[in-house]
Structure formats: structure tokens, C-alpha cells
């Protein structure tokens, strides 16, 4: 764990509304794994007070990559660092996806900024692991597709893809696929990974054997597991939270209740 | 460079320097540990320890508010066994004094909980919490009862000779009333201040942010208040005062131990920026040698109010 | 447009909505009125009068803080007989509710100035304060003391029958028992919250910032503070309350509205932007309006808690 | 009195740590006058929560011209802003030099920073008045002369012209001068303005009739006259404190007590 500040290469907006910010930190690029994340102090000052979590979404070289859209005060103020400004980093923090595992497909499920932290698995898992992707969004202006292979759409309104939500398209499509050894990495907001969580556990208790790794969110103080600020229901002790921050934000499906 | 002394005094305790970890906001140290060696600070004081390992409130716990945040962590915690057995063990490796805070729902169970820890070396002091505004039981209710936190101090003052700090709350009206009777009844010395007793509301749910409802409010929003309350105490109750609230550079810590703190803790902070403690030591060694103060502690109550 | 009805009630005082500028940061009105229409506004609060009139304390009065700041006036007012003679004839041309807030050192001298305010038609209610934090004499020597604060009640409501508002401090355990005995002595409503107790010092000087050493907290900072006094009261005693504290735009009032207030005063941010009541109408009409609340008054206590 | 947004058209820094912030603000430049001041919100949110006040430092057709130090946070931040940036503007405020009076002879005395109303007040005297102007710092660099006629210095450490403090400067100059109908206009320090108050009195004792207005500051919360936060002694009435953003910041030196 780092405290660092980088300086910032370059914003671009992706796509109306989300940013994607590279910064150069090669320190913090070396150590990062995928479903890591790090806590950024936006301002010099202390406003806004707390740092502000982010997952990591690419590395390339000594460059890492934010995602994010604005949300409030802090994503605004990030939104508004120009070339070489500098940005102190905390990280890398949590645990991230286990991609090392065992399977033959990838399946990565994105809820709209839930997409943030695939671009790097990808760029992990390519070349070795076959992969396939289901993005959703309310309408199609929210999917984000920024660098996901081989992606279904889903979208509450139809507006693009299959109409509904993307976890009702996973489960039509992923029938197909039941015959091999999956793995599913996903990351969205709560509503999307706990009907996801049901799916799972539903199609598992068909005799299935998906793997399945949620990416999960709170609000956070610290970000490294000293406020204990982040609680998340540990599925197998009813007297136990794990702390997203420094037990997650990456879990197995059945280590948590959601 | 000058010699300059940073150790400060509280009871019998000696602390290399004034930086005190608050309770809560490093954990029982081993995260901190990654960010700093722990030896250069002159204390840490570990999450609130209860006799029972306790759950903690439900999520949402944190809340960021204007310079602020509020908490209703629920003093969740490993309980004293898993303290002793598992998280003493990796404190004792270092130089560095633990003062050992305490929850509980009775006099009993504080009672109790001292006892048990007693013994251990690694402890050098323990700081009774009786102002944590988010549980049901103990709490405030403790906190804001004159009787009751004068009936603490005597009973837990019977169980140990080590230093005694009594952690006030800043949810009253005359603080010092409160340091008072800890005085009183055998305290070496008061915390002051937990945190203030605030809530949010989101507008589109209309439902509390915390689950807790209630939530305790720290940083630097509430240092006015914190210091007001440090100096009313020193203004009338002679006991050594460990002052806490919104700290977050050396500035701030001179401006606690002006107004009568002989020692500080830093709290949020922390969470911000876990190595702070580095550069605060040389700011204050700086504003000390700027101005030939050869001992840090001749700034406790050096205030001139004419 | 929809009409949305932003009128609200307190005791008998019907406000065209819940906005009111807070004691002393809106002085008699004439300063603000070139800022704005006063007309728009669901009323005015004059700064605290006394009897005779007060010069205030020395200067330094004003400390800016952390998303706060502190402020120690010192009830510096022009006194009763000018209040009547030069400040209301001003103050009568609007079509806006004037409370006229009373500061005093004793009860005789509350009961004197409301008896002698009374019969202006001009003034539709008093906002009594017990809970300045900036005098000597009076202030939180009454908030602080529940009894003195039912006597002070009782009396002033024997002698008026115009709706009698009591602006509580924040700076006691529970508040609610305040707000219980206004009521039970006859007070039509209570205003939360008053300022923080809060000092600050200059390190290089090691004086206090404010001549008075203690000051008043105000501003964002205190908002959290002032919404769970709200709340501890609206759980509890069945009374208006007129929720003040860091409000700084119209999602704030939503949220003083939704743990209890029936109204809400603007305070510091006068001092930023005396305009922000025109902003924070629309606000306020575009809330009500998307979710089809025909009445503001309907969001008034209605938290949902589980 | 105006709440207005104006865009910054350029800083510059007129002396090391100095800097001059041009905004162009028609309907301030078109009411305001010398001595007056604005009440400046240097950034969108609320964090500083407080304006800060300035003197106007200058007015050039449709621009405004403050003159500032980096101070804290506030002016800071306001060093900061870029071309175009908009900057909230409440004001004018206050009242300023009383110009028109009748005298022959205009002496300007500024100490440090104090130096900022002089360029607009020379601005509206040139071709009207005779002008001497007295300006001093602890050292050389401190010294601002930017715009001001017709100086001398004075640093305490002499490492500019007369060695001591400028009011002292002002003392041992003014001989040659006092046949004239003087007016004195004065920004500074609190301690300067006491001295040259003092000054001033002993002068007039030996019944000479200088004239002299000083430009007092204050922390201020609201900057026109609703909070009380500013008061300054009335030297006609021991019961009463004229307020400095509303009475001031300008006074007949006769008018208050320092
Ligand atoms: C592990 C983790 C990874 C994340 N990765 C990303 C990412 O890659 N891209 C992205 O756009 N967002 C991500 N988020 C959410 C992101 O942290 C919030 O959007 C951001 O904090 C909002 O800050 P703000 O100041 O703009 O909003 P504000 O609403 O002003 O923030 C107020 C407070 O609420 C907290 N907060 C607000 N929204 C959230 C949220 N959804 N989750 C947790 N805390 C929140 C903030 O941290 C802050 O303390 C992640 C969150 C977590 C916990
Ligand atoms: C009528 C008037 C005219 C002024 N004109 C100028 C000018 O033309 N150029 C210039 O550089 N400065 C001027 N000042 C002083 C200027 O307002 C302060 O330097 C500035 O507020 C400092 O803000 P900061 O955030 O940088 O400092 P900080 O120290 O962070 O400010 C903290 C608080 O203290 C207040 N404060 C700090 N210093 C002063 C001061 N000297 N007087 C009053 N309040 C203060 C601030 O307003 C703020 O509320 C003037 C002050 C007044 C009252
Ligand atoms: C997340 C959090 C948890 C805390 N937990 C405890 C605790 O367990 N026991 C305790 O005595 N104080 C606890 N506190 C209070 C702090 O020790 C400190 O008194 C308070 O935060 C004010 O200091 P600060 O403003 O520097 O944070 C906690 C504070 C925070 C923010
Ligand atoms: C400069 C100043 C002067 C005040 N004077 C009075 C006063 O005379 N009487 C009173 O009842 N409250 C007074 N108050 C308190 C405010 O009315 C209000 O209760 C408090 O500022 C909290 O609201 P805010 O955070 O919105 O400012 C004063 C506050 C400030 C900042
Ligand atoms: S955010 Fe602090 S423990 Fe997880
Ligand atoms: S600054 Fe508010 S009255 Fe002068």
C-alpha cells in the first residue's frame, strides 16, 4: 500500500457523460491487480473531507486509468484536473478478482459504471481464457462498452439490445454456455448483483457449477480497513461483517448476503 | 538541529510526544503499520474494546457531511479475548505505549474488562468510553449522567493502578462539571472530545443515511467546539486533558495544547491521510525551535486571555 | 405551473412559505431589502433587542472556521426604544411577518420588552432568546437551565398572546426537555438551533481570535447537529419547530423539513448570498412539484425510519 | 449595491508576490468609487465559507483591478483562476475617499499591501491635485509603487530609501508642505494608521489643519452591515462602534479611536 501523488496525462470522455482519466503512476501500476481499487484525495485541502473510492480500470505500462461519471462534489473536481496536475493516491487497496482460477469461460456481467473494472481483467484474461460479456444500463446512452470483448446489451427500456435488465439476458443467454467450466466476474450497483447472486445460486442448485465473483460498493472513511466504516453480512457467520474495503470489494457470490 | 523535547506527560504516563491515535480511527494497528512505523507516534489507542465481540450497527455506517463525517460504527469489535489473544500479540512487538479504550453497557461489565486487561504489559493506560453516542445501551446515557461517569471512574480506579483517562462527551452543557468528578473519583486524566451526536437524511427516500438514525460527528468542523471544550476544563478543573476533535495538521495540535491539551489525538485525519503523523512531528518541532521552546510541554494552557 | 401551496403554520402564524432569515444575520431588514424583494420571504427575525440599547463586545467578533464560523457579537443592538421608532416603520411597509426576537439579562426584563412591544402591529411574534452564547449575563446561564427556561416562558406568555416562538440552545444533553417545558409553559413553538459553543486561538499570539474568547458556531458545519436536535425533539414532544442551522440551499430545508421542521431560517448564508431565498424558492416549488406534494407542510416530520 | 458574476480577464503579477487580477465588471467599474470595496467569493461551493473583502485597486473602462498578496486559502485560490473564470462579485461596499473635498495638496500613504486604493484614487485626482505620496515596508520587496505619483520609500530595515517606518518618513517630509491646504489619505496597517493618527493630531495642535482619512479593516462576515462583525470605536461616543464595511472602511482619522 502506497500513498502517492501522480500526476494526471489526460482526460477523455468516453462517451457522453463518463470520463476516463490516465494518470502516471508506475508505482501504483506495478503493484495493481483487476477488482483493486483506489482512494482518491480530489483536492488539496479538505473539501471535499474523505477520499473517494475508485476501482481500477486499466493499466498500460506506467499509466493506470480511472473511470467515472459525475456523481457529486468529488467527481466534479476530478472531472477538472487539467495535464500534470497532481493527484494523491492511496492504494492499491482490497482484494481483487481471483483470475487465476480454474475455468474455460469468462463471463464479465457490467451494471452502467460497473463496466470500470473490466478493461484490465480483459487485457489479464485475453489470449488465454475464452470470454463473453453482458452490459446493461436503464437506456442505451448509460451502457458502457469502453474496452469489454464480446458484449451483449441489455437495456431497461429497450432502447438498445435485449430489452429488460441485464441479469434476465444473462440467464436467457447463458444456457447456452452451461456445458463449460464458467466463471463470472460482475460489478453494478447492489439491485443487480443480489438478483444476479439468486440466478446463480438457482441455476447451481440445478446441479450447475458456476463460480461466480461479485464486485461489491460502500461507503467508505478509510478504504484500508481501519474505521471499520464498510460493512457487508458474511453469508456463513450471522454474528460477522466483512469489510468491503480490505475483505472485498471483490467476493466470492457465497461469502456474503447482499 | 536543536535538541527539542516532544514528550509530554499524562499521570504517570510518559508519551515521547503528543500524537495519541484516537480510538476507532486505527483500528488495533496493523493496517497503520503498513503506512508508518508506529514507534515515532507517542501512542495509539485501540478501537473500543466490550467484553463480547460486538457486531457493530447495520450499513450504512458513514456519511460525509461540510468538513465533516458522521459515524455510527456501533462499536464494533473483536471482543477482549480476540484482542488478547490475536491483536495484543502484534502491538507488543513495537515501542510504542497502547492505551486500551473501553465500551460496556454496565459498570460491571467495564469492571470486568479492566480487570481482565490488567495484566497485560503491553497496556499502559486505559481510556473508559463513555460518550459513544452510537450504541442503545451505555453510550451517551452513560455520558451525559453526571453520577453515573462518576461511579465508572471510582469502580475501574479500584481495579487498576495503571493510568486511568476517562473519555468525555461533548454532548452536555458544562463539560467540566464532567472532569470534575472523574478528578474526583481518582481519573489521571480526560479525553475531550468524542464525537458530537448529528444525522442526515437523504431527501428522495426520506430515510435516514445511517441505519443507526444517529450518527457521531468528527473533523474538522467540529474543532471549534472541541477546543472550546478543552479549555473550559482547563479554566477550572486541574487534570491533565488529552485533547480530540477535528486535528488535522501540527497547527491544529498547538492550538489544543495552547488551550490547555497536554497531550492530542488525531482521529479522522487517519482515515485521510495515515501518515500525517510524519510531517506533524516536524511542524512541530519547527514552531517549538522557531521560538526556543525547549520543551513541547510548557505550551499546555499557555494561553493569554488578558 | 402547478400551484403548489408552500404556506406553513406556526401556532397561529401563517408564513406564504418556510422561509425566515435567523436573528442577527439579517439586522432590521434594511441592508438585505436592497438585495432583494423582503415580500418573497416567509418572514423576517429581527436581531435580538434588549431593553436598553448594547454595544457588543470589542472587536474581534468574527472567526471563520472549518465550513463554519464563529461568531461573538455580543447582542449588540440599538435597544428597545429605537428598535420601535426608527427600525419598524421600515420594517411596516412590507407585507412580511416580523418576529422580534428579545434578548435578556433577567425575566423581568423578557416580560418588560414584550409588553412593550406588544401592541406594534407590526410584529406578529416574538422569538425569545435564552441561548446566546456571547454574553455574560442571560444567555446559556438560561438555556442551559430547564427551569429558568419554563420561567422564562410562563412569564413572557402571560403577556402576550401573539404566537410565542423559544429559540432553544444546542448546547445542552437533550433538548427535547426544553422543548417539553416551552410547551408545557405555553410556548407555540421552538427554534433549533442557536449557535455552538467554539473558540479559536492564534498559535503565534497564543491569544483567543474573538475578544470574548468563546464564540458562536454557525454554518455548515453545525448542520448535522441542528437536524438531529430537530429530530430528538420531533420524536418526542409534540410542538412547531422552527429548524435553523448551516441551511445553504433548498435540498437542506427539504431535509430540516423531513425530520421535523415546519419551517426553517436562514442564517450565515445571508452573509454570502442575501439573495439565495429567490434560488431556493424555485427549489423548493420543483421538489414539491415532481413528486406531487401539493402542500410543503405535508414534508414536516415525514421520515420514514423502519 | 450589485450581486454579479464577472469573468477574469488576466493576473498578473505586478512584483514578486503582488498580483494585479483584472475582471471585467461594467456595472461595478461604472459605480464604483475610490476606497470602496468588494466582497469577493472565491470559489463555487462553500469551502472558504466566507467572502473575502478587497479594495478596488483600479477601474479601467468596462475592467475592475484588485491588488493581493497570497494571504490563506482565500486569496490563494484566487490567484488561481484562469482567463475567463468567473468570479462572484458582491459590492460596492462601503464608503470610500472623500475626494472632492477642498485642498490643494493630496498626500497618499500606504503601508505594504496597503498601497491597493491608490491607483483609482490617483486615477480620479490626476490633473485635479498636486500629489506626494509616502510608501513604506519592512523591506524593499515589500514595497508597492505600483501606480502611485510622485513617491518616496521607506523600509524599517533601510534597504530602500529612508531608513524607519513610513509614517516617520511622512513626519520629517511634510514640513516642507504644511503651508498648504492638505488633504492625507491613508491604507495600512493598524499600527501605521494609529501613528499617523497620532501624527496628524499633534500637527493640527500646533494648529496646523490637515485633513486626513484612513482606510481601517476588519475581519468581516457579510461585508455590509447585517452581521455586526466589524466594529471600530466611535471617537464621539464611548457607547457606540461604527461598523467598517458599512460606516468605513474609510473614517475621518477624527472619527475613530484605533
Ligand atoms: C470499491 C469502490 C469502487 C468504485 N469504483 C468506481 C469507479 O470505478 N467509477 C466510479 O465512477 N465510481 C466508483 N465508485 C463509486 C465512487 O466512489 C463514487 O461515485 C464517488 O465516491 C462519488 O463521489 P462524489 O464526491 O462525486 O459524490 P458525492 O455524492 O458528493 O459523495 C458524497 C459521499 O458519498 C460517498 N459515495 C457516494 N456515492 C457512493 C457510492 N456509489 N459508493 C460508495 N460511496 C459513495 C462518497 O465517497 C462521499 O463520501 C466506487 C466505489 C467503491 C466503494
Ligand atoms: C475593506 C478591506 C479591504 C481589503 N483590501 C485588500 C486588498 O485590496 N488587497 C489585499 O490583499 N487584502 C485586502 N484586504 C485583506 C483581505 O481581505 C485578506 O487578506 C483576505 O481576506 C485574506 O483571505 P485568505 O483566505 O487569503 O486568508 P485566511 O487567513 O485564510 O482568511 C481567513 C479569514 O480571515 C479573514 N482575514 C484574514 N486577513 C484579514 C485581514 N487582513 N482583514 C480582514 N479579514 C481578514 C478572511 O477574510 C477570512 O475570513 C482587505 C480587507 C478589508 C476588510
Ligand atoms: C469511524 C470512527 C469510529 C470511532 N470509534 C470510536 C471508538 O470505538 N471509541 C471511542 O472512544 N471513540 C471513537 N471514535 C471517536 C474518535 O476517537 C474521536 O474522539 C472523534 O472522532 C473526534 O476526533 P476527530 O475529529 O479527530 O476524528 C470514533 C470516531 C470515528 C470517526
Ligand atoms: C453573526 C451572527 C449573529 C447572530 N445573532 C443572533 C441574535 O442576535 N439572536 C439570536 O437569537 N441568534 C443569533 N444568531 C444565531 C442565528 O440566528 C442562528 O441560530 C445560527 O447562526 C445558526 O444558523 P446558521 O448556521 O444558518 O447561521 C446569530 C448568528 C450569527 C452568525
Ligand atoms: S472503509 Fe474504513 S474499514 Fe472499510
Ligand atoms: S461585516 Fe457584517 S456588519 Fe460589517
Not at chain 1, 457487508?232 to 470489494?249: E, F, R, T, V
Not at chain 2, 454496565?106 to 470486568?112: A, G, K, P, R
Not at chain 2, 472530545?193 to 441505519?211: D, E, H, M, Q, W
Request: charged residues 20%; hydrophobic residues 40%; glycine residues 8%.
Amino acid at each position: 500500500m502506497l500513498i502517492i501523488s501522480s500526476p494526471v496525462v489526460e482526460l477523455s470522455e468516453i462517451q457522453k457523460g463518463i470520463f476516463l482519466q490516465k494518470i502516471k503512476s508506475p508505482e501504483i501500476a506495478k503493484e495493481i491487480l483487476p477488482g483493486q481499487f483506489l482512494n482518491i484525495k480530489v483536492s488539496e485541502g479538505f473539501s471535499p473531507l474523505l477520499r473517494r473510492p475508485f476501482s481500477i480500470c486499466d493499466v498500460e505500462d506506467d499509466n493506470i486509468f480511472l473511470m467515472f461519471n459525475i456523481f457529486g462534489e468529488g467527481t466534479r473536481i476530478l472531472a477538472c484536473k487539467h495535464k500534470g496536475d497532481l493527484i494523491n493516491i492511496l492504494g492499491p487497496l482490497g482484494k481483487g478478482f481471483n483470475f487465476d482460477a480454474d475455468f474455460d469461460l469468462a463471463v464479465f456481467i457490467a451494471g452502467g459504471l460497473g463496466a470500470a473494472p473490466f478493461p484490465f481483467l480483459f487485457r489479464k484474461l485475453k489470449n488465454q481464457k475464452n470470454i463473453i460479456s453482458f452490459v446493461g444500463g436503464k437506456t442505451k446512452s448509460e451502457v458502457i462498452k469502453y474496452n469489454i470483448p464480446n458484449y451483449s446489451v441489455a437495456t431497461e427500456d429497450g432502447s438498445e439490445g435485449f430489452k429488460g435488465n441485464v441479469i434476465e439476458l444473462f440467464e436467457q443467454e447463458i444456457k447456452n454456455h452451461l456445458s463449460k467450466k464458467i466463471k463470472i466476474f460482475a460489478c453494478g450497483p447492489n439491485g443487480m448483483l443480489k438478483a444476479l447472486s439468486d440466478s446463480v445460486k438457482k441455476l447451481n442448485n440445478f446441479g450447475y457449477n458456476l463460480t461466480c465473483e461479485i464486485s461489491t460498493e460502500s461507503a467508505m472513511a478509510c478504504g484500508f480497513g481501519i474505521c471499520q466504516g464498510c460493512p457487508i453480512q458474511d453469508a456463513n457467520n450471522p454474528d460477522h461483517y466483512h469489510l468491503i474495503c480490505k475483505d472485498g470489494p471483490v467476493f466470492n457470490v457465497n461469502d456474503v448476503v447482499l | 538541529m536543536k535538541t527539542i523535547d516532544l514528550s509530554v506527560k499524562i499521570g504517570k504516563l510518559k508519551l515521547k510526544n503528543p500524537i495519541l491515535l484516537a480510538s476507532g480511527t486505527v483500528g488495533y494497528g496493523n493496517e497503520m503499520s503498513d503506512f508508518i512505523d508506529l514507534n515515532i507516534l507517542g501512542g495509539i489507542i485501540t478501537k473500543s474494546i466490550s467484553l463480547k465481540p460486538r457486531k457493530g450497527n447495520k450499513p450504512q455506517r458513514i456519511v460525509e457531511t461540510s468538513a465533516g463525517m458522521l459515524n455510527a460504527i456501533g462499536l464494533a469489535n473483536v471482543g477482549l479475548e480476540e484482542f488478547i489473544n490475536e491483536k495484543i500479540p502484534f502491538l507488543a512487538k513495537y515501542d510504542v505505549p497502547i492505551i486500551c479504550n473501553i465500551a460496556a453497557s454496565s459498570i460491571e461489565e467495564y469492571v470486568e474488562c479492566v480487570k481482565s486487561l490488567d495484566s497485560e504489559n503491553t497496556i499502559k493506560a486505559f481510556e473508559i468510553n463513555v460518550s459513544c453516542p452510537n450504541v442503545k445501551e451505555g453510550g451517551l446515557q452513560f455520558g451525559n449522567n453526571l453520577t453515573m461517569v462518576g461511579k465508572i471512574t471510582e469502580r475501574v480506579r479500584a481495579v487498576t493502578d495503571k493510568t486511568l483517562i476517562i473519555k468525555l462527551s461533548p454532548n452536555v452543557s458544562y463539560i467540566s462539571e464532567f472532569a470534575k468528578i472523574c478528578k474526583e473519583n481518582g481519573a489521571d486524566a480526560v479525553s475531550a472530545i468524542n464525537t458530537l451526536v448529528g444525522t442526515a437524511f437523504n431527501i428522495n427516500t426520506r430515510k435516514p443515511k445511517l441505519s443507526n438514525i444517529f450518527g457521531g460527528l468528527s473533523g474538522p468542523a467540529i474543532k471549534p467546539i472541541a477546543l472550546a471544550k478543552v479549555l473550559e476544563i482547563h479554566l477550572s478543573v486541574d487534570i491533565p486533558i488529552i485533547g480530540v476533535g477535528g486535528i488535522m495538521n501540527w497547527q491544529d495540535i498547538i492550538e489544543f495544547m495552547i488551550v490547555g491539551a497536554a497531550a492530542i489525538q488525531l482521529g479522522t485525519l487517519n482515515f485521510i491521510d495515515p501518515t500525517a503523523s510524519v510531517s506533524i512531528l516536524k511542524g512541530l518541532y519547527n514552531y517549538c525551535s522557531e521560538r526556543n521552546i525547549e520543551s513541547i510541554s510548557k505550551l499546555t494552557g499557555s494561553y493569554i486571555l488578558e
